[in-house]
């Protein structure tokens, strides 16, 4: 069963605080997705990974880094927390195309993360 | 003007009614077309996807896309309090494109 895990489901940090966030898939997908959702705003890409050691900013980078040292994990790091980086965390995967469809992106349960 | 628009509601409707779930897309190089339902407190899952022009039916839900007005759209037929969740609209143009682009999803609640 596909599978895509994240290191936590709540999280509470304070401000200034470097804060690290976990993904691992068990599906071999070469392709790794970060995003935050909030409330009117919908789901939002920080950064995508579409190889081990390769990186692509997504649409809202700032204030994010991003780490993929192996196939299945791909880390999203915040330098120094912030409020405004309150929000829900989702990590998601998808396989390279071979043909046909294939843009199916396998999501995790998400970390809430709060920054006070 | 945003890529994808979705309408947020929310949608509040009784057991067994007819829902319509409706996305506006502006990029006419979207090929592939997706919605996906995200229950409180979990990821989002694909529920289903077409490909171009055409329905797609799936059980109760039947996915709708109308390229000449870039119309998406989600009717789910006899509806069940399980059916609600937050459901998002997501394409892309397909291939080695693999980011999506997504509409901000509807939150819809089924009332027994």
């Known amino acids: 069963d596909v599978k895509v895990t994240q290191s936590s489901r709540y999280l509470v940090k304070r401000t200034g605080e470097k804060v690290f966030l976990e993904c691992v898939q068990d599906?071999?997908?070469?392709?790794m997705f970060w995003y935050r959702q909030d409330p009117g705003l919908g789901l939002r890409l920080i950064y995508f990974?579409?190889?081990?050691?390769?990186?692509e900013k997504g649409d809202i980078p700032e204030g994010y880094s991003v780490s993929r040292e192996k196939k299945e994990r791909f880390s999203l790091i915040l330098e120094s927390a912030s409020t405004n980086q309150t929000s829900m965390y989702l990590c998601?995967?998808?396989?390279?195309?071979?043909?046909?469809?294939?843009?199916?992106?396998?999501f995790g349960p998400g970390t809430r993360l709060t920054v006070l | 003007q945003k890529e994808v628009e979705q309408d947020p509601g929310p949608l509040s409707v009784p057991e067994g009614a007819i829902v319509s779930l409706n996305c506006t897309y502006s990029?006419?190089?979207?090929?592939?077309f997706m919605w996906y339902r995200q229950y409180s407190r979990k990821g989002p899952e694909l529920l289903m996807y077409?490909?171009?022009?055409g329905n797609k039916e799936d059980g109760r839900f039947t996915a709708q896309v109308d390229k000449s007005s870039k119309y998406i759209s989600l009717f789910i037929r006899d509806s069940q309090p399980s059916d609600s969740a937050t459901y998002l609209c997501?394409?892309?143009?397909?291939?080695?494109?693999?980011?999506?682009?997504f509409g901000k999803g509807t939150l819809l609640t089924v009332n027994p």
């Open positions: 077409t490909y171009s022009s």
């Open positions: 990029n006419s190089a979207f090929q592939y």
């Open positions: 990974s579409y190889d081990v050691k390769m990186k």
């Open positions: 998601a995967s998808t396989t390279e195309y071979r043909g046909g469809y294939t843009n199916e992106q396998f």
């Open positions: 997501a394409t892309n143009s397909g291939g080695s494109n693999y980011k999506l682009t």
């Open positions: 599906m071999d997908h070469e392709n």
